[in-house]
């Protein structure tokens, strides 16, 4: 089955510093996402991509947060300067869209820790 | 505001019994899906459903949908430990996939 891969799978960083997420897609899917879960409890939406721009984002994708899909392939999510509440796992999702039998693929997980 | 409700949120259950998981969302939408996650895992996808009446079966687990309600239910029948794990229900909001909106989960805990 194909996979979404995420790198790394644990990130540690200093508070303020600057942390970017990496996520490889599935190649053919058209919609991207990020999505994060504190300490196993509600899988909360932070942003989607499509067409190469951003199509949606929550509340918590502030001007901290930014997206990019560089290459065609990759898809990261950068921190600017991270916050001790930033600390969570952070999920990549890809989804090949439309009203099908298609299901959202979710990469297996960056835990970041902010200290 | 799309919401989506999950209920009940913990459930410990013995071997071999039935029970069902709730969900409720707010705002029209014809397909739903449902995850399960292990903990310390990545989300498994188990059943999406694409339209009113849709079920779908796999297992010990049945999934249903009624778009009219908007509300989705997922039973589990005769109940085994490798069950246990958290279900989260997702709902997309809109026709388009631009933000799909997960339930708060309902953490199975199923006692041998």
């Known amino acids: 089955e194909p996979e979404v891969t995420q790198t790394p799978s644990h990130q540690v960083t200093q508070m303020g510093q600057e942390v970017i997420l990496r996520c490889v897609p599935i190649?053919?899917?058209?919609?991207f996402y990020w999505y994060r879960q504190i300490l196993g409890q509600k899988v909360e939406f932070l942003v989607s991509?499509?067409?190469?721009?951003?199509?949606?984002k929550s509340e918590i994708f502030d001007d901290q947060f930014s997206v990019e899909r560089p290459d065609g392939s990759n898809f990261t999510l950068k921190i600017r300067s991270t916050k001790l509440e930033d600390s969570a796992m952070y999920f990549c999702?890809?989804?090949?869209?439309?009203?099908?039998?298609?299901?959202?693929?979710f990469g297996s997980g960056t835990q970041l820790s902010v200290l | 505001e799309l919401k989506v409700e999950q209920n009940p949120l913990f459930l410990s259950m013995q071997e071999g019994k039935n029970y069902t998981i709730y969900c409720n969302y707010s705002t029209t939408s014809d397909r739903l899906y449902w995850y399960r996650q292990d903990p310390g895992k990545s989300l498994e996808s188990l059943f999406v459903?694409?339209?009113?009446?849709a079920v779908k079966q796999e297992g010990r687990l049945m999934a249903s949908l009624d778009t009219k309600a908007r509300l989705s239910t997922l039973h589990i029948t005769a109940a085994v430990h490798d069950l246990s794990a958290t279900y989260f229900c997702a709902v997309p909001k809109g026709e388009r996939d631009d933000k799909i909106i997960f339930g708060k989960g309902t953490r199975l805990h199923i006692l041998p």
């Open positions: 991509f499509y067409n190469n721009e951003i199509s949606e």
């Open positions: 459903l694409l339209s009113n009446g």
């Open positions: 999702a890809s989804f090949l869209g439309g009203a099908t039998n298609e299901k959202l693929f």
């Open positions: 190649s053919n899917h058209l919609y």
